[in-house]
């Protein structure tokens, strides 16, 4: 399922504390807010051309992806050799590690018990858009 955001989106922005947190969390009564802090304007760079995604599955486990985060993509980069990619494979969405060398194009998993995806000449791979950030929940 893709989740587009909204153009009219309301603006949630919380209160941003100035400490950082090393295994607590400073008092409120204390005046240590920096100012406030909106995740949409944090984690979105180019707004037209960033999308979210939801993953099912595990093969991007040793990259901390995992079954059921938020991905957020941005369609205006432009993918290099490491970035975390969604891309199409065979006519289905994926989401993998691009490699990109010389003479060589894979889609890599951060998880040993899948194979890489290796391209061959004539095959074609789209990349929708490279991966910024994503969402997890702890449950």
Excluded at 105 to 128: A, M, S, T
Aim: proline share 7%; aromatic share 8%.
């Amino acid at each position: 399922m893709i989740l587009a955001p909204s153009p009219a989106a309301p603006r949630l922005a919380r209160p941003l504390f100035l400490s950082r947190v090393p295994a607590g969390f400073p008092s409120p009564a204390e005046d240590y807010v920096e100012g406030s802090l909106d995740l949409n304007e944090h984690l979105i760079q180019h707004k037209e051309a960033t999308f979210f995604v939801r993953v099912r599955g595990d093969s991007m486990a040793g990259a901390g992806i995992r079954n059921g985060d938020i991905l957020v993509v941005d369609r205006a980069r432009e993918a290099g050799d490491g970035d975390i990619v969604i891309a199409v494979v065979d006519g289905e969405l994926t989401v993998k590690r691009l490699y990109r060398r010389v003479g060589h194009l894979r889609l890599l998993p951060e998880n040993p018990c899948y194979h890489p995806i290796e391209f061959k000449d004539g095959q074609e791979l789209v990349v929708w858009g490279v991966v910024t950030s994503f969402i997890h929940r702890f449950e």
